[in-house]
């Protein structure tokens, strides 16, 4: 097989995905105890890399890093092969070709990534994929592979069954999909478990190429936690920790620590009675060689050696003295409570400085700075504020990282020209790309914004870039009052400061 004609008609929306950045998996593996290796001079391989959405900016932020997508669909191959030439990027290069087939000259590579695919793909290509992860990991290099997990997807099943059945005679794949839609509209009338009909909703805004490669997929077959687990073995592979979102931390006994060998296999059956109790969808796993050694479950110990940054917003008057639960939002819409007085100042201090990150010493400062400026007295508890942070870092409310992996050269504030880096003005002049934000978010950017950024190249002043938007809305017929645009203008530029696609100077 030359190509894949599904991805070929309906490419997948390829983005930067947070939780595969190298620096975020040396965390969540130092979290584990185990030292995966410095992201900056990283090699890593991405296994069915799509266009390379995810891939090209890793490669941008980490020039000495040496980055390898690999990808069967040739339009999407292709279009990435392209960008990247356009782009003029020498560290990074997408492979058309099966991963089950891969040239033995790769070398070795100290982060593998495969987000989307094993659950995807035929057994074979699945055995091929962790032969990959167990011939080409470096000794302390760790694999990242996201699989679909059987018990939250025991409720899914009927309604890809219904949508596959009822769409069965759609030979191509755009028609395919709009005879799905009209297939969820007929579902939602005609079904009422509320499981279902929250994601029949939830499907009919999503991006089209999810539904169908999702739903319509020749292959998805979820899988139990402990058979992927036994299948890390069966390759001399094994499971480190979860780098996804964690709602609950298996806690087995004190004992842990004195015979954790022993102990692995009640590690291993209490994620899967976790899965079970919790229905979970989707796992993102962390994947190190047999004989890497590492600690589970993760220790807050290990907090210390790291850095965080959080890009949350509350609308409610928070209480910086007492411990009460109150709501702070990510840009994504997902709401996390926080109970801990000294943790919500800590959100507050990291959510400032967005996007650069804290290490933890500089976090507690940060915090008491915060408390002061409110007017709060007293040190708070320092051992209590840790779990409560250990928490928050689990959930994803806070990612960490590594510390000092920033880049240096980022603008806090806007120049006297705005100067937007080269892979943000091409991504937001390419159709069909995201504009990543400097800690690998997709940033949510409509047509004016996207046109706004692709002159930001430093030739233009803040007032040369009003006016010339000002022409631009009134040919798009969004004739506003020079006032508005350039509150608008302001706007958008601080929007991209604060997401760091800014140089400084
Ligand atoms: C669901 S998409 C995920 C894309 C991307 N990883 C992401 O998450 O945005 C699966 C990708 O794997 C690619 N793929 C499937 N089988 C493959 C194979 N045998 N070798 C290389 N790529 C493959 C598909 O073409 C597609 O781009």
Known sequence: MDTLASYDELPYDSLPLPETQPDFLAAVAKLHGFDAPDPRRA??????????????????????????????????????????????????????????????????????????????????VQQALLDVCRRHLSPQGVAYVSFNVAAGWATL???????????????????????????????????????????????KTAAPSYLFHEYLADCNTPMSFGEFAAQL????????????????????????????????????????????????????ALIARADASCAQPPKADALDELAFYADLASDEQLDLEHDSAQGFVNPAGNKFLVENALAK??????????????????????LHAVRDGFG????????????????????????????????????????SHPHA????????ATPGWVVSGTRHVAIDLDAP?????????????????????????TGAGIALPPEQ????????????????VCMAG
């Open 345 to 366: 100042a800590a959100l507050i201090a990291l959510s400032s400085a967005y996007p650069r990150a804290l290490c933890y010493s500089d976090l507690i400062a940060a």
């Open 157 to 203: 099943l009927p309604l890809r069954e219904a949508l596959l059945a009822r769409t069965a005679g759609v030979a191509h794949a755009p028609q395919r999909y709009a005879a799905a839609r009209a297939v969820l509209d007929q579902l939602s009338r005609e079904w009422d478990d509320p499981v279902l009909l929250d994601e029949i909703a939830y499907l």
């Open 233 to 284: 073995d069966a390759h001399g592979l094994r499971y480190v920790g979860e780098a996804g979102p964690r709602r609950a931390v298996v806690e087995l006994e004190d004992a842990w620590g004195l015979i954790p060998e022993s102990m692995a296999g009640r590690w291993l059956d209490a994620e899967c009675a976790l899965d079970d109790a919790l229905g979970t969808r989707f796992r993102r």
């Open 376 to 415: 709060v007295a007293g040190e708070g508890d320092a051992a209590r504020f840790r779990q409560a942070w250990f928490s928050l870092v689990l959930m994803h409310c806070v990612m960490p990282t590594l510390p000092a992996q920033a880049a240096p050269e980022l603008a806090d504030e806007l120049g």
């Open 43 to 124: 090699r890593i391989l991405e296994l069915g890399c799509a266009q390379g959405g995810n891939l090209i900016p890793l490669a941008w932020r980490w020039p000495e890093s040496d980055c390898v997508g690999v990808e069967l669909s040739r339009v999407q191959a292709e279009a990435g092969a392209a960008f990247i030439k356009r782009l003029g990027l020498p560290n990074v290069r997408i492979v058309h070709g099966d991963l089950a087939a891969l040239p033995e000259d790769l070398g070795a590579f100290d982060y593998i990534i495969a987000h989307g695919v094993f659950s995807w793909v035929p057994p074979t």
């Open 485 to 500: 645009r350039a509150q608008r203008v302001d706007f958008l530029l601080w929007q991209l400061v604060r997401q760091g």
């Open 421 to 428: 880096h080269a892979l943000a003005r091409l991504q937001a």
């Open 449 to 473: 914004a996207r046109e706004l950024l692709q002159r930001m190249d430093g030739s233009r002043d803040q007032a040369a870039l009003v006016m010339e938007m000002g022409t631009y809305l």
